[in-house]
């Protein structure tokens, strides 16, 4: 049980576009999802969490323009990363939770490379 | 602040040996209590999670809580080259709406 489906696994794509990823809760409802960045050797960075139908709260220092997150259900959360540049190239996942006193279960990770 | 504090290793131990990673925390009102193993270039996976005081066994993983030391750690019996991995301890708080918390991980390394 607990599983938390996310797409793509991997993105390459050029300077300025945007890339959606989807992150699903296959067998419960998630309350909240959360998004998270991890550069190479380096610690999980939250980037925001998400309850849904509401607006995303977002880490500090992390841009809500250039990271469109949208929670439209209970099974799916987006992360939408806009006009995309080098420095955006990193490992992106999402986790979910069903409870508040609960473990996050986390997605497989999109890998993101911007040329 | 609330953090989570783990020794950033490496921990090397022989393989079938007992691996020991420890885990600190400085929200007294921290609740429940979650450990992940990643491998390189993957995500999280959980492991164990503990909610009271005292130990909690799982096939080769035993998950032990103080909460007046503020205090976790997991042991691993059996070290498996497998088990080669950097192992995340998580804290939920009830303040701040049950906010988790990652510690940074330790890099555990069995030895063939």
């Known amino acids: 049980g607990a599983v938390v489906s996310q797409h793509p696994s991997w993105v390459i794509c050029k300077s300025g576009t945007s890339v959606k990823i989807e992150c699903r809760s296959l067998?419960?409802?998630?309350?909240?999802m959360f998004w998270y960045r991890q550069f190479p050797k380096q610690s999980l960075m939250l980037m925001a969490t998400s309850n849904e139908g509401s607006k995303a709260t977002y880490e500090q220092g992390v841009e809500k323009d250039k990271f469109l997150i949208n929670h439209a259900s209970l099974t799916l959360s987006t992360l939408t990363v806009t006009s995309a540049h080098p420095e955006d190239s990193s490992f992106y996942i999402c986790?979910?939770?069903?409870?508040?006193?609960?473990?996050?279960?986390f997605g497989d990770g999109t890998r993101l490379s911007i040329l | 602040q609330k953090e989570v504090e783990q020794n950033s290793g490496p921990l090397s131990v022989p393989e079938g040996a007992i691996a020991s990673l420890n885990c600190t925390y400085s929200?007294?009102?921290?609740?429940?209590f979650f450990w992940y193993r990643q491998y390189s270039g993957k995500s999280p996976e959980l492991i164990m999670f503990i909610y009271s005081n005292g130990d909690k066994e799982d096939g080769r993983f035993t998950a032990q809580l103080n909460k007046a030391s503020q205090y976790v750690s997991l042991l691993i019996r059996d070290s498996q080259p497998s088990d080669s991995a950097t192992y995340l301890c998580?804290?939920?708080?009830?303040?701040?709406?049950?906010?988790?918390?990652f510690g940074a991980g330790t890099r555990l390394f069995v030895k063939a």
């Open positions: 067998d419960f409802q998630a309350t909240t």
């Open positions: 986790s979910a939770r069903d409870r508040v006193d609960g473990p996050q279960h």
């Open positions: 929200d007294r009102g921290s609740q429940s």
């Open positions: 998580a804290v939920n708080s009830d303040t701040g709406g049950f906010k988790t918390i």
